[in-house]
C-alpha cells in the first residue's frame, strides 16, 4: 500500500506564493511519475503540474509561468511552488503517483486565494 501526505496549504492573499508538499509512503519500489491535481467546489478535479520519474515536467495552461512542480527523488517527495496565486487558484489541492496500473491520491490540502 501506499500512502500520500499533502501539507503546505492556507489561506494567502492574491498575489502572494504557498509551497505544497507531497510525502509517499509505503511499498515504493521505484521512481514514478508524480503530479498534483485540484478541485474547486462546484468543478471537476483537473490536473495542475506533473513531473516524470526523469524530472521532465508539464502544466496546465492556467498555471504556466506561476506554478514549478519539483521532486526529491530520494525523500520520496514531490513539491509544487506557487507564486503570483489568484482567487482562482482557490481549491483543494490533491497529490497523485502513478504506478503502473495503480494509481494513488493523497487526502487533499485546502488553498484559498482571498483578500
Known amino acids: 500500500q501506499v500512502q500520500l501526505v499533502e501539507s503546505g496549504g492556507g489561506l494567502v492573499q492574491p498575489g502572494g506564493s504557498l509551497r505544497l508538499s507531497c510525502a509517499a509512503s509505503g511499498s515504493i519500489n521505484s521512481i514514478y511519475p508524480m503530479g498534483w491535481y485540484r478541485q474547486a467546489p462546484g468543478k471537476q478535479r483537473e490536473l495542475v503540474a506533473t513531473i516524470t520519474s526523469g524530472g521532465s515536467t508539464n502544466y496546465a495552461d492556467s498555471v504556466k509561468g506561476r506554478f514549478t512542480i519539483s521532486r526529491d527523488n530520494a525523500k520520496n517527495t514531490v513539491n509544487l511552488q506557487m507564486n503570483s496565486l489568484k482567487p482562482e487558484d482557490t481549491a483543494v489541492y490533491y497529490c497523485?503517483?502513478?504506478?503502473?496500473?495503480?494509481?494513488?491520491w493523497g487526502r487533499g490540502t485546502q488553498v484559498t486565494v482571498s483578500s
Open positions: 497523485r503517483i502513478q504506478m503502473g496500473l495503480r494509481t494513488y
